[in-house]
């Protein structure tokens, strides 16, 4: 089958020609979606109505082994009794709408920040897959921010002072920013973990900035400094015309790429209207796609 790609954004995002994911398993077009992955780093597929296992299946196909620690699953056990499953909703255990000092609300909510999944995890997450199971009314976005034009738009002093430094992200820190503190045992778990600023995609040789809320510090700078540069990076990337906004369609089906984009929430009216999305998550470690 050939697939087609229709550009969202200026420098990346791309919108699918029809097709039907759970029924998508030939390696020719999985590599097809592969490559559109590599070129626009976002894409949007509409009219996926998969089922929780539907949805595992294929995060699989398409790219091997699921993450199971992004997110709140640091904090608790979803309802879908499966942490490759993230639950992405202001909905609690019974179904309800959480209430405003729900914990897990308040943790949910940081996605709000500009951010890449599982950056504080070793390995981190590589594509994540957002489903819309339900949405409200309202708009409720999800906004893109192309990390390589970001990089590309940097001068070569400033490209060049980036080379070989590495940076400290923990979910710790970046809930802190908000005010959400964890107790003593889950600061023991989440140890948070180290990466590359810039790194260079295998498949295409592009370079792109890596950051996230979680930043928290430049391994190889005095932590002032290195919090300033980070902030400055972010403030950077975040520019309108290196961003894509989603707006959600029932059934769309969203893949990211996490070491080439940040993504964040936009608010709504979250203690009054539900909204319920789905997230599969893929380790970002070597993959080849079977046949
Ligand atoms: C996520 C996420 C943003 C949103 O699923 O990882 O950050 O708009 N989602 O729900
Ligand atoms: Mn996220």
């Given at each position: 089958m050939t697939v087609t790609f229709k550009p969202l954004g200026s420098t990346f995002a791309a919108e699918v020609s029809p097709l039907d994911l759970r029924q998508v398993r030939d390696r020719d077009t999985l590599?097809?979606?592969?490559?559109?992955?590599?070129?626009?780093?976002?894409?949007?597929?509409?009219?996926?109505?998969?089922?929780?296992?539907?949805?595992?299946?294929?995060?699989?196909?398409?790219?091997?082994?699921?993450?199971?620690?992004?997110?709140?699953?640091?904090?608790?056990?979803?309802?879908?009794?499966?942490e490759a499953l993230t639950d992405i909703s202001n909905v609690n255990a019974q179904g309800d709408i959480m209430a405003a000092n729900d914990r897990l609300r308040a943790s949910t909510i940081s996605n709000r920040l500009w951010h890449t999944d599982a950056s504080f995890e070793n390995p981190a997450g590589r594509y994540s897959m957002l489903s819309a199971r339900v949405l409200p009314p309202v708009r409720a976005d999800t906004e893109f921010a192309d990390m390589r034009a970001a990089y590309d738009a940097l001068d070569a002093d400033t490209q060049q002072s980036l080379e070989g430094l590495h940076v400290y992200h923990s979910i710790v820190y970046s809930r802190h920013?908000?005010?959400?503190?964890?107790?003593?045992?889950?600061?023991?778990r989440l140890k948070g973990a180290v990466h590359p600023?810039?790194?260079?995609?295998?498949?295409?040789?592009?370079?792109?900035?890596?950051?996230?809320?979680?930043?928290?510090?430049?391994?190889?700078?005095?932590?002032?400094?290195?919090?300033?540069?980070?902030?400055?990076?972010?403030?950077?990337?975040?520019?309108?015309?290196?961003?894509?906004?989603?707006?959600?369609?029932?059934?769309?089906?969203?893949?990211?790429?996490?070491?080439?984009?940040?993504?964040?929430?936009?608010p709504f009216e979250d203690k009054k209207y539900r909204r319920e999305l789905c997230r599969t998550t893929t380790l970002d470690v070597p993959y080849e796609i079977a046949g």
């Open positions: 590599m097809q979606l592969r490559a559109g992955m590599d070129q626009y780093a976002v894409l949007v597929f509409r009219n996926q109505p998969f089922t929780n296992d539907e949805q595992l299946d294929f995060a699989q196909r398409f790219d091997g082994q699921l993450h199971a620690k992004t997110s709140v699953a640091v904090l608790a056990k979803n309802r879908f009794g499966n920013v908000l005010g959400f503190e964890f107790g003593e045992e889950e600061r023991a600023l810039v790194r260079t995609l295998p498949a295409t040789g592009r370079r792109s900035l890596y950051l996230a809320s979680h930043a928290q510090h430049i391994e190889e700078m005095p932590v002032p400094e290195g919090r300033l540069l980070l902030r400055d990076l972010i403030e950077h990337a975040t520019q309108p015309h290196f961003t894509y906004r989603h707006e959600w369609q029932p059934h769309d089906l969203v893949i990211w790429d996490n070491r080439t984009t940040m993504h964040r929430a936009r």
